[in-house]
């Protein structure tokens, strides 16, 4: 039923006047006299008797008014509800899914930063590979992913989060160290590379094939899960690695793990935020991304 409706009606019965309830409610009369006739005619019953100096409720407009009394105040009740709860402190459940790559480090810190600004919320993050986070935001299992690569789905959109870079690493003292090299020289380096699926890797595939290359021509000997696990090898003198460039930056700073460039390759690859299609974010979401947008800028 239109609130609308009952309202105005509901006022006309209390001012005994259409005049003094359109100045009541701010509108014209003519206006209040349409929400009135327009009641009338939904509940096929006229609900005002309008014959004398004053206007009256009639039986059953006196039986609408009681009850409508009763909904407009479980309205108001409900409004004022929903407005203290979008004033009051952030609270719920936030769970969000990342590929390897957003979650070794950038991604993390902003969460722990978002819970320690906002105690009440309960964060929980999981880390797959980039299809796995969409299959997860497309299923409802996670309400936000981050991932690498924006990967084609009907069901969840895909939002410019931050950017990222893909950068080849060495251990300490190799010969590619701070250097650019040929795709001549890398195919004659042992190269570890991320499991089919992560953004890491898509993004490589991308360019090498842009370049006029495939990762298949290269001397591929390990293919391993995670981000950690391509660091830790590379460290240990296993080979090189395309590695997303904040994944290791404490390991570049500290001197463990050295950067080099390969020509023809500019892996600047931009970090996605993922949603489902049609879902309403709850305030804990919409909180974190505008935090996380603040903090990245």
């Known amino acids: 039923m239109d ?30 006299s349409l929400q009135v006739r327009a009641l009338e005619k939904r509940l096929g019953a006229q609900l005002l008797d309008r014959s004398g100096r004053r206007v009256e409720p009639t039986e059953a407009g006196l039986r609408l008014y009681r009850g409508a009394q009763r909904l407009l105040a479980l309205e108001e009740q409900l409004v004022n509800e929903v407005a203290a709860e979008a004033e009051a402190e952030l609270a719920g459940d936030l769970r969000l ?13 902003l969460l722990c930063e978002f819970q320690r600004a906002h105690p009440l919320v309960k964060i929980s993050l999981s880390v797959h590979d980039t299809q796995s986070v969409v299959e997860l935001v497309a299923e409802r299992e996670l309400e936000l992913g981050i991932v690498g690569a924006a990967r084609r789905h009907r069901s969840v959109s895909f939002e410019p989060f931050f950017e990222d870079e893909v950068i080849l690493v060495c251990p300490p003292g190799h010969r590619f160290g701070g250097r650019t090299v ?99 974010a709850t305030r804990a979401a919409e909180g974190f991304v505008a935090f996380a947008r603040e903090r990245l800028a």
């Open 182 to 280: 040929s795709l001549d020289e890398l195919r004659q380096e042992q190269l570890i590379v991320m499991q089919e699926g992560a953004g890491v890797r898509q993004i490589v595939e991308d360019e090498l094939r842009a370049a006029g290359t495939r990762l298949r021509e290269l001397d591929v000997r390990l293919e391993l899960g995670l981000q950690e696990s391509v660091r830790s090898a590379v460290q240990a003198g296993y080979g090189v690695a395309f590695i997303s460039r904040s994944a290791v930056e404490s390991e570049l700073a500290a001197g463990t793990l050295v950067a080099a460039r390969v020509e023809g390759i500019d892996a600047t690859r931009e970090i996605s935020l993922v949603r489902t299609t049609g879902r309403a």
């Open 97 to 109: 899914g990342a590929s390897t790559g957003p979650a070794a480090i950038v991604v993390p810190l």
């Open 3 to 32: 609130t609308r409706q009952l309202a105005a009606f509901c006022t006309v019965v209390e001012r005994k006047s259409f005049s003094q309830a359109a100045e009541r409610l701010g509108v014209t009369q003519p206006a209040v």
